[in-house]
């Protein structure tokens, strides 16, 4: 049976399910904070350090009235990278 219209089959044969960005956003924001999270792990953040530093970035984000959503996410990236680079300490 052929895929919907607008979608194609992936290698395996599936069909890409897509209700799941607009079913569960929320779910999809934790799941980017994680890989921001991560990704200062894997830099040699402190696992503490880099949540403090998501949590930072999502109080500065709710003074700015941002919605969350891609542009969020990548926005909250080069913030905190720039924190970073500035070896600014995230705040207690």
């Given at each position: 049976m052929p895929p919907p219209a607008g979608?194609?089959?992936r290698a395996d044969g599936?069909?890409?399910c897509r209700v799941t960005r607009r079913a569960y956003?929320?779910?999809n924001h934790l799941e980017r904070r994680d890989a921001i999270r991560?990704?200062?792990?894997s830099l040699g953040k402190d696992p503490d350090v880099a949540e403090r530093r998501c949590d930072a970035w999502e109080a500065e984000a709710a003074l700015r009235d941002l919605k969350r959503d891609g542009d969020y996410s990548d926005a909250g990236k080069l913030c905190i990278d720039a924190q970073c680079a500035a070896r600014r300490r995230p705040p207690s």
């Open positions: 979608q194609h089959r599936a069909v890409p956003p929320d779910r991560a990704r200062l792990i």
